[in-house]
């Protein structure tokens, strides 16, 4: 059992967390592992809004997918580990701490990753995180005796896909891996990358906390909503330096703001908490699939920035393209939600067919730039997704909330 010396809590060996353990929720570590993810994002973001901007949103879209996935796989890692293992003692502190540095190390080596394809900084900084993670992996195996198979498996798995990344690294350097093969390989170690979590785990199942993982994600989704809000007042910043200041930017703005905030409520409709610990199963293509929402939130919030900033300036990117840098983003997002949470949830109160008549009309807008502006595009986008909000909340079960 933990004791309380001087405020630290103190854990003789590292044993797995139970999976009801009450009140359960995370931890100020946790919270500060977090705000090391928001500069890796905030980089990440500003230099897709600079792809968006310059008219070549597909180039910028490759890097862009790949950095993001390093970033969102890192934290995904530790966040279930922590959701098993979390001791809270100094060896546990300090290895975090570790993982936090290894994000810094990865966020300065974004630009030169999206601008030149270098990716040196954020291999060595993945390298970092890694390393971390593995000790972890390998104390749990060592202190853990029920769950030292799947642990000893974390590590071998984490251990050779990280020898992966450095060699392709290295090839890349040496120039003996061909241009086009490079994404390829990427492709093929990420594919790894998320099959070790299921080959770990066959032997036994972590004991992670649905309800305290349901948290963590909503924690971090928050973080990514939070990088739109700042992309976006990015944008207003940019307009309001080529002083002109007009109907345009106070309507993109506001309509952005309110998007944002449509698309939070679609996501915190229903805590997913419950179906998690109902249907533990489910947990793979709910985790995974946060991927594809996180990364489509912090493409929004380049999108938005750049929508704001083009009230100011004329940006190379077409209106169109602008439109759709928000319209895009917003859909992916919408469709995700939908299907990562269906096998977790006994009857979802987003309907098919609400979902799909919002994504049609989402999708459909940015065609009618050329005649209403961008302005009110972005305008529409909302609508849609609020009157999605109206028409889904009478549906939404109530929970009384305890004195």
């Given amino acids: 059992m933990p004791s309380a010396v001087a405020g630290y809590r103190i854990r003789i060996r590292m044993t797995a967390r139970a999976i009801d353990e009450p009140h359960r929720t995370a931890s100020p570590l946790e919270l500060l592992f977090d705000l090391t993810f928001v500069v890796a994002i905030a980089a990440v973001t500003a230099q897709l809004a600079h792809h968006v901007a310059d008219g070549d949103a597909l180039t910028g879209l490759v890097p862009f997918l790949q950095v993001f996935f390093a970033v969102w796989w890192a934290w995904m890692n530790f966040t279930w580990f922590a959701s098993s293992y979390d001791t809270d003692d100094v060896a546990y502190r300090l290895l975090t701490m570790v993982q936090m ?18 990716y040196r900084l954020i291999t060595i900084g993945y ?37 992966g990344w450095i060699l392709r690294l290295v090839l890349a350097e040496a120039n003996a891996l061909p241009s086009p093969a490079q994404p390829l390989s990427f492709l093929v170690l990420a594919a790894l990358e998320l099959a070790v979590p299921r080959w770990a785990e066959r032997s036994r199942p972590t004991d992670w906390h649905p309800h305290h993982i349901a948290e963590r994600y909503g924690l971090f989704t928050i973080i990514l909503f939070g990088e739109s809000v700042l992309a976006t007042s990015n944008g207003v910043r940019a307009a309001l330096d080529a002083a002109r200041i007009g109907g345009s930017l106070v309507v993109i703005a506001g309509s952005g703001l309110v998007l944002l905030f449509a698309l939070w409520w679609l996501y915190f409709l229903v805590p997913a908490g419950e179906g998690l610990s109902d249907r533990r199963h489910g947990s793979y293509l709910w985790g995974y699939g946060h991927y594809g929402i996180f990364a489509a939130l912090a493409a929004l919030g380049a999108g938005l920035e750049v929508a704001v900033e083009q009230t100011g300036r004329g940006p190379a990117a077409a209106p169109l393209a602008i439109c759709y840098a928000v319209a895009v983003p917003t859909a992916v997002f919408v469709v995700l939600l939908w299907l990562i949470h269906r096998p977790i949830l006994a009857e979802h109160v987003l309907r098919p067919g609400l979902v799909w008549c919002g994504v049609a009309a989402v999708l459909l807008l940015p065609l009618a730039v050329s005649r209403i502006g961008p302005a009110a595009v972005v305008a529409g986008l909302a609508a849609v997704c609020v009157l999605m909000v109206v028409i889904t909340f009478p549906a939404v079960p109530r929970v009384r909330r305890p004195a």
């Fill in 101 to 118: 540095a290894g994000v810094l190390v990865l966020a300065a080596g974004v630009p030169a990753a999206a601008d030149d394809a270098d």
């Fill in 127 to 163: 390298l970092v995180m890694r390393v971390a993670l593995v000790a972890l992996w390998l104390r749990a195996a060592a202190e853990h005796p029920a769950g030292r198979r799947t642990a000893l498996r974390y590590a071998a798995g984490i251990t050779l896909l990280e020898a």
